[in-house]
């Protein structure tokens, strides 16, 4: 029989060795079938033993603003927090070829490590408009090749206290625009703001997801009216919040308690280690609060949660290199998550959950699915997260997509 590609001796599932290896065949951009050993004519690469995942699913980034540091005045202290206010100065300068350029230079380096889809969110408050908007929209045709990506519109810098902001994020939604969200914090009526993310998501059939309840104080968490406006419109498995900085400061038994009800909701948390490392505690000089949920303790719960980089070189993060696992390994760090099993949820926070965010029920190394896997060299899952593996190669409907040379040490 002839297959496009057959991919021979690759680990799956949880990498257990004493499941061996099977072969992958593909046929029409198509997983045709999963066996042991694969007999047919077509293109043949070698896992050679590695563990094989399906690509990596960033469920919360900015493409828009990725890359901006070199344009933004420098922190006048190393305690400020005007992040939002140093980008804001800026957006008034962002062209489509601009954002287009920028955001292509990073979406290229996720591809590179990894990256099968992603959720990018957009900004579309009146210093920008829909530049933004418009070029990552033809983004999204133009390396439609490599990654599926999908679009959430939102409002940064307020909404009802704005003028004539709404109407950017209407024109959004009536171009096609899946995913609408905002960011209440920075909003005159956060609540109203949530109140109206949520009759807009029911107007225009659209998923929710929301930054939310950043910050250090638990008595005024946001989650608790997304959970029921959530239950209200029946938009359970359709309701992400980005951050959740608030949770890391909840003692154990109030954090389940708010793992139960995510999870009695559908509402999903991704969680942004590197971003919410980097703007949490900074009213204090010392025993600095870390600002990290612990994403492991709400699955626990029932919960669903993704790990995901959500800002590259911006002022909120003012560094990355595009890994979605180093991501995960900063995020096991800083949580204190160090078994196998706990590394294996974290690397399923990359790939099957944040795939459930984006509902994606065609995701996975399964017969029938998108060919669509990464090679990495690591033999486990857990393995990936705790050595930041990096991928060998990676293919998207059965065409390669990249391929990284592995390091060699010359010996005298």
Not at 16 to 40: K, L, M
Not at 215 to 238: E, F, P, S
Not at 256 to 283: E, Y
């Amino acid at each position: 029989m002839a297959f496009d590609l057959i991919l021979r001796n690759a680990r799956l599932g949880s990498g257990d060795a004493s499941r061996g290896t099977a072969d992958i065949a593909v046929a029409d951009g198509h997983i045709a079938a999963i066996a042991p050993r694969i007999s047919g004519d077509g293109e043949n690469v070698d896992a050679d033993g590695h563990f094989v995942s399906p690509g990596l699913v960033e469920s919360h980034f900015h493409l828009d603003k990725s890359r901006i540091l070199d344009r933004v005045a420098p922190l006048p202290d190393r305690r400020a927090t005007d992040h939002m206010a140093r980008t804001s100065a800026i957006k008034h300068t962002f062209t489509v070829e601009d954002v287009y350029a920028r955001a292509r230079g990073t979406l290229e380096q996720c591809l590179l490590n990894g990256v099968g889809h992603m959720r990018t969110h957009v900004e579309v408050d009146p210093n920008v408009g829909l530049r933004g908007y418009e070029a990552v929209e033809r983004l999204a045709k133009d390396y439609a090749w490599g990654l599926d990506l999908q679009l959430c519109v939102f409002l940064q810098e307020g909404w009802t206290n704005v003028p004539g902001a709404e109407a950017n994020v209407l024109a959004a939604l009536k171009r096609g625009a899946p995913v609408v969200g905002g960011a209440p914090r920075y909003d005159a009526d956060g609540p109203g703001q949530i109140r109206r993310i949520f009759a807009l998501a029911r107007e225009f059939d659209v998923d929710v997801d929301i930054h939310l309840d950043g910050g250090y104080t638990t008595h005024d968490m946001a989650i608790h009216l997304v959970c029921d406006l959530t239950d209200q419109i029946g938009w359970g498995q359709r309701v992400a919040i980005g951050h959740g900085n608030k949770y890391s400061c909840l003692p154990p038994a109030e954090l389940a308690a708010l793992g139960r009800r995510l999870a009695d909701s559908g509402v999903a948390v991704s969680v942004l280690p590197a971003t919410d490392l980097f703007t949490s505690g900074r009213h204090l000089e010392h025993s600095v609060i870390r600002g990290v949920a612990d994403a492991n303790a709400l699955v626990a719960q029932g919960a669903n949660c993704s790990i995901a980089t959500n800002n590259v070189l911006n002022p909120f993060t003012p560094y990355g290199d595009c890994s979605l696992v180093r991501i995960a390994n900063l995020y096991a760090n800083v949580v204190q998550r160090g078994t196998d099993e706990d590394l294996s949820e974290c690397f399923a926070m990359l790939t099957d959950r944040p795939a459930r965010i984006l509902r994606r029920t065609d995701y996975g190394i399964a017969v029938g699915n998108p060919a669509d896997f990464v090679v990495w060299n690591a033999k486990t899952p857990a393995e990936v997260v705790a050595t930041v593996a990096p991928p060998v190669t990676g293919f998207k409907r059965g065409r390669r997509v990249f391929t990284r040379e592995m390091p060699t040490l010359h010996r005298p």
